[in-house]
């Protein structure tokens, strides 16, 4: 490996960094998230029981969307997010240029798309000398074959949503947000083991710790049923007629602290009309 080469991959690299600090700016200020997708929730609604082994093959790079551990280190086009990585990269960069052979990465694969195990930086090397595909050992998740494949988000909610109906059985509730059936599963798990009010109260009845399927049944009775009735009383969803009373739950949930801190500083409707009234005496005083 040459010293010009090496400064010329630690320039490009300078390059690639800054591009992708100005790119989360403008995620963050835009609300889109601009970044590899983890895998584990993938786990989750998949499974990991029929994982085949498929070899070393060329893969499109533009269809290796996530990771399993380094969503912190490279954005979604693999551009460098830490600059800690600026000489190693720069190596492995240097070696692309000069065509050195370097082992292959190993990804997992779901549907069309593929997750990064091992072998980051030499993809985000590879795509910024310009290669279209990189040897990799691929791992493939089978799935179902309708499965939706127009972008990882459709595919993964159509698979959350999958998993969500075989474990729960309900088919009233519609998730649009994606991972959003993922947490009303875990919302389920919380009620089977914790010490919810309502789980206590179901506990009592049954005169046992709840089974699954109890859960999901208190779950839907005691927690979820109540809080679509609020909303549904109060016509939230007029507002947002895209969303659903799930997708109002989740937020509402999500974001409990907040809303509480919030209504701190909303003035009740007698304060209200209180300064109406202030605010006429005033205005008659002027006007006399």
């Known amino acids: 490996m040459s010293t010009v080469s090496l400064y010329e991959s630690i320039r490009t690299f300078d390059s690639l960094y800054y591009k992708a600090l100005w790119k989360r700016i403008l995620s963050r200020l835009k609300h889109h998230r601009h970044r590899l997708l983890p895998l584990a929730p993938w786990w989750e609604v998949v499974g990991t ?3 085949t082994y498929r070899g070393i093959k060329a893969v499109p790079i533009a269809q290796i969307v996530g990771t399993e551990n380094r969503f912190s280190d490279f954005d979604r086009e693999f551009l460098p997010l830490k600059r800690r990585d600026r000489h190693r990269w720069a190596r492995i960069h240097a070696l692309y240029e000069e065509g050195k052979p370097l082992p292959p990465v190993s990804l997992v694969k779901i549907g069309d798309f593929y997750f990064v195990r091992d072998g980051h930086h030499r993809i985000s090397a590879a795509k910024a000398s310009g290669a279209l595909y990189i040897d990799a050992e691929v791992v493939e998740i089978p799935i179902p074959r309708d499965a939706p494949q127009d972008s990882p988000e459709t595919l993964f909610h159509y698979l959350e949503e999958r998993a969500f109906r075989e474990k729960t059985d309900l088919s009233t509730i519609r998730v649009t947000v994606p991972g959003g059936y993922l947490e009303l599963l875990r ?16 506990r009592t009845q049954k005169g046992h710790c709840l089974s699954w399927e109890e859960a999901v049944s ?6 979820y049923l ?37 209504v701190c500083f909303v003035p009740s409707r007698r304060t209200i009309t209180q300064n109406r009234w202030k605010l006429r005496q005033i205005a008659r005083t002027k006007q006399l």
Request: proline residues 5%.
């Open 187 to 202: 919302l389920i798990q919380c009620f089977q083991c914790s010490s919810c009010p309502n789980a206590e109260e179901a």
């Open 218 to 223: 208190g779950w839907y009775e005691h927690c």
């Open 226 to 262: 109540g809080a679509v009735k609020v909303i549904e009383e109060h016509r939230i969803l007029r507002r947002f007629p895209n969303r659903t009373p799930a997708d109002l739950y989740l937020f509402t949930l999500e974001n409990l602290d907040l809303l509480r801190k919030a």
């Open 49 to 51: 029981g029929e994982a």
